[in-house]
């Protein structure tokens, strides 16, 4: 049993930067990988991009290089997703999961519950 509580969301302007938190209990958070998923009004959910367990970088998809960061703190058992340069395009409810190492961007363990992430322009 593990559970995964978010934070961060809220309204802003576009230009400007949001970070959200990814709080996780009741298992050993350096055995998963972290990935980040988004999920706009009227469409699919959509990878974000993820951090492994260790020392390697993390993966983004196309769409966020470059604006969107992913780490994490094994020590506080967090990871955060910093965005930066934020559009109404990235308008989305915004939720944390732990995944297996090294499975598929699209395989998870566990979800947060979300967060939502708002954009006016």
């Known amino acids: 049993q593990v559970q995964l509580v978010e934070s961060g969301g809220g309204l802003v302007q576009a230009g400007v930067s949001l970070r959200l938190a990814c709080l996780a209990s009741?298992?050993?958070?350096?055995?998963?990988?972290v990935a980040w998923f988004r999920q706009a009004p009227g469409k699919a959910r959509q990878f974000v991009g993820r951090i492994a367990s260790g020392a390697e970088s993390p993966y983004y998809i196309d769409a966020v290089k470059g604006g969107f960061t992913i780490s994490r703190d094994n020590a506080t058992n967090t990871a955060h997703l910093q965005m930066n340069r934020l559009t109404p395009d990235d308008t989305a409810v915004y939720s944390c999961?732990?995944?297996?190492?090294?499975?598929?961007?699209?395989?998870?363990?566990?979800w947060g519950q979300g967060t939502q992430v708002t954009v006016s322009s």
């Open positions: 009741g298992s050993t958070f350096s055995n998963y990988f």
């Open positions: 999961a732990l995944q297996r190492p090294y499975s598929g961007y699209n395989t998870v363990l566990y």
